[in-house]
């Protein structure tokens, strides 16, 4: 098949209209920091908080954000009719945080403030965040309400874990501003990128980059930042999967919600980790940078200058994690139906492009899908937009169209997902 552009994508920082809902909890002054970053990126952002939502931030502080004027009912403003055109006009709703109440006005199309009466007008994409106590989230109530209003067509996020206000722990929280608007972002990129056909399937993803130590102090690492792997759990999460991530050193990035993270530093632990979780998962991605040498030997104390400094570093090789994948399947210690997805970093050179670099590794390491990432100039490490092609072992290639590394997962994804066992929902 020959390589052809996916998508007709919206270009990455064009203008489009947000609207901020901000719904009456504790996590309301999280909102701000996503008011900022959509501002921050060129959008046209209206802040609609509830009357309750400015119990805890004040109206000045959205009008400063956004730079527009902000309402919590449908009387002020009349004749710009707001309570209908800022839903009719809306390229996006995003409502962070999404209370229990309400979402459950949104479920029973209530009309009786600008933000409820925005959502029964929008046409856009609407992606609810919520943030409440564990046992609220987890009511019968909530549950329904979740379930309606994705039957509907809004998105809604799968809260974060952890500390509550106060001493409770559990799910609930709302995800860091940086991860609602990466994936709100998504959505203005992509309208239909956060369905929910993960769910019932088990994940497995490493990412970031190893470290080999070679002294206390010392340690052989490369520049993968773990963006695109982390975007890729983010995703796989709220696509309803049950994810794994495996994570090496990342640039200080938050861990992502609703996922398991498992922490490791060197190739070995990493081998370890993916193999013990690899066993109950329907697919595993290697989006790692996996060192392929370690030091030798492992000095105990710092190695110093002078008599005795080694003038070299002996290497050993690590075992290939990918292609050991591939093997467990085939001897049985992994099921066969296990999918397996491997990432390439390419730069092409005199002897062959990318593309052909490409193809020599998916038959290499003979994994189900390559995601190849073109590099060098800039690209793929440490930025946040990526472009590049995705393999099939069946022999098709599909060109990813350039944009974020969210959208690149969310292609990665779409591709992974009919190659996944049916599963009983
Ligand atoms: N990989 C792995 N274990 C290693 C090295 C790489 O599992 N020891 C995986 C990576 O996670 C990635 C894929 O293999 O999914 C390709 O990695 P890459 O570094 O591009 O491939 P190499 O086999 O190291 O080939 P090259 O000779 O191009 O470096």
Redesign the pocket.
């Known amino acids: 098949m020959s390589p052809h552009a996916v998508d007709g994508t919206a270009e990455p920082g064009q203008r489009r209209r947000v609207v901020v809902g901000v719904g009456g909890g504790i996590a309301a002054y999280k909102a701000c920091a996503l008011i900022r970053s959509f501002t921050e990126a060129g959008h046209h952002v209206r802040v609609v908080p509830t009357a309750s939502a400015l119990e805890f931030v004040g109206r000045a502080t959205f009008e400063a954000l956004s730079g527009n004027p902000v309402h919590t009912g449908v009387f002020a403003d009349v004749p710009q009719v707001p309570h209908v055109r800022l839903g009719q006009e809306a390229d996006l709703v995003v409502i962070a945080p999404a209370t229990a109440d309400l979402m459950a006005r949104a479920v029973a199309g209530r009309a009786d403030d600008l933000l409820t009466a925005t959502l029964l007008t929008a046409r856009c994409p609407v992606m609810f965040v919520p943030a409440m106590h564990t046992e609220m989230w987890e009511h019968p109530a909530t549950v329904d309400n979740v379930a309606t209003l994705r039957r509907r067509g809004a998105v809604v996020i799968e809260p974060a874990s952890g500390r509550l206000t106060g001493k409770d722990t559990g799910a609930g929280r709302l995800p860091e501003p940086d991860e609602i608007y990466a994936l709100a972002a998504l959505l203005l990129e992509r309208a239909d990128a956060l369905p929910r056909d993960l769910a019932g399937h088990r994940l497995v993803i490493?990412a970031g980059g190893t470290r080999e130590p070679l002294d206390p102090v010392r340690f052989l690492g490369n520049r993968s930042s773990g963006k695109q792997g982390y975007a890729l759990a983010r995703l796989a999460a709220q696509r309803g999967a049950d994810v794994t991530l495996v994570a090496g050193a990342v640039a200080g990035l938050d861990d992502p919600s609703a996922v398991d993270v498992v922490r490791v530093q060197t190739?070995a632990q990493m081998q370890d980790a993916v193999m013990k979780h690899a066993g109950g998962a329907d697919a595993v991605i290697?989006?790692?940078?996996?060192a392929?040498f370690r030091p030798t030997t492992f000095a105990t104390s710092k190695i110093k200058k002078g008599e005795g400094e080694p003038d070299t570093v002996p290497l050993t090789k690590?075992?290939?994690?990918?292609a050991g994948l591939v093997r467990s399947r085939t001897d049985g210690t992994l099921s066969s139906g296990t999918v397996i997805v491997?990432?390439?970093?390419e730069t092409g050179d005199e002897q062959g492009d990318v593309l052909s670099y490409a193809r020599a590794?998916l038959a290499r390491?003979g994994c189900d899908l390559l995601v190849v990432n073109a590099v060098g100039d800039g690209k793929a490490f440490e930025v946040d937009h990526n472009d590049g092609w995705l393999l099939a072992a069946d022999g098709s290639e599909t060109a990813l169209a350039h944009g974020s590394k969210s959208l690149m997962a969310s292609r990665v994804l779409d591709a992974l997902r009919p190659l996944l066992p049916s599963v009983d929902r």
């Open positions: 490493s190739a290697m989006a790692a940078a996996v392929d690590n075992d290939d994690i990918l491997g990432f390439a970093a590794k390491k």
